[in-house]
């Protein structure tokens, strides 16, 4: 843990001091999760917020040292998750216009930095971080916490009140959906290099 439980303890008793260095000492963990499960830096801080408001008035629920850090994590997850959810009913009606930005924007920068080094590591990023917004919100938040934050599977128990077993089944399904996504876009991408020079698009006169 980042504080002692005593310091956790004074805040249960209301002391606003004590809560103050509880947040501190945590705030850029859980911003650094937050950025990594929306997707989103200009939202990351009214996250947080909302996050440190849930931990402020449920703390006195919080019975064991040993639990803190996962059940707030839990927190971390669940105010991401009403983020994704009420941003998807936002977005649902601009989805079209978007899709077609992102895929110029894709292909102007597949064009132009192809051949640099740092324009590998970002398409491996976007080809990672295109992945997991494929999937559903539950799957990418899981995997988020898993594979990104490194969180190990008794951590992931505390956070999603589930046993072992269940967690590895649904890491299992949610990595082979990740898969079949990928496997889609490589077919994809394989088309279009066998597609033949020149067709479907305009072509400059010599």
């Known amino acids: 843990m980042l504080v002692e439980f005593e310091l956790i303890q004074r805040a249960q008793q209301g002391d606003a001091g004590a809560f ?20 989103r830096p200009e939202d990351v801080e009214d996250v947080a917020q909302e996050v440190f408001m849930r931990l402020f008035f449920s703390l006195e629920q919080l019975r064991t040292a040993e639990v803190f ?12 998750y009403d983020y ?5 009913r ?46 559903s919100e539950e799957d990418r938040l899981l995997l988020t916490l898993k594979e990104v934050e490194g969180l190990s599977l008794k951590e992931l128990e505390k956070v999603y009140n589930v046993n072992e077993n269940a967690l590895k089944v649904r890491l299992f399904r949610a990595r082979q959906r990740v898969l079949k996504k990928f ?11 066998t597609r033949p020079a020149g067709s479907g698009g305009a072509s400059g006169g010599e």
Do not use: F
């Open 183 to 193: 496997g889609q876009q490589e077919e994809e991408a394989a088309s279009r290099k």
């Open 90 to 135: 936002r977005m649902e009606s601009r989805m079209a216009d978007l899709s077609e930005q992102q895929v110029m924007i894709a292909d102007a920068v597949a064009g132009t930095r192809a051949q640099s080094d740092e324009g590998e590591r970002r398409r491996v990023t976007d080809t990672v971080n295109g992945l997991l917004s494929s999937v």
């Open 69 to 80: 850090e996962p059940w707030l994590y839990r927190l971390t997850v669940n105010a991401s």
């Open 20 to 39: 103050n260095q509880v947040v501190t000492a945590y705030r850029r963990r859980i911003l650094g999760t937050i950025s990594r499960l929306i997707g």
């Open 84 to 88: 994704l959810r009420k941003s998807r």
